[in-house]
């Protein structure tokens, strides 16, 4: 399995929604992945704690900004590998 099977199916491997499968095949990737268990650790932990907050937050726009421009860069990064 890549890993780019993993980010295109991680949210409804979280929300319970795939198809039984699929989700065997994540399950066995993940446990036999460090990279994509923390991920998807990571992606849980912060749904939750999106989730405990009463009113959500908004990012300043700098921070975004900067967020932004990190993920086109490894997106960029990737492609000419």
């Known amino acids: 399995m890549k890993h780019r099977h993993v980010l295109n199916n991680v ?10 499968g699929t989700c065997a095949e994540l399950k066995k990737h993940i446990a036999a992945c460090p990279r ?33 421009a990190t993920i086109k860069l490894k997106l960029k990064e990737k492609k000419e590998r």
């Open 36 to 68: 994509c268990r923390i991920f998807v650790d990571s992606l849980r932990q912060t749904i939750v704690l999106y989730q405990i907050h009463e009113e959500p937050k908004k990012m300043p726009r700098a921070t975004r900004q900067r967020l932004y």
């Open 11 to 20: 949210c409804e491997f979280i929300d319970g929604e795939l198809d039984e």
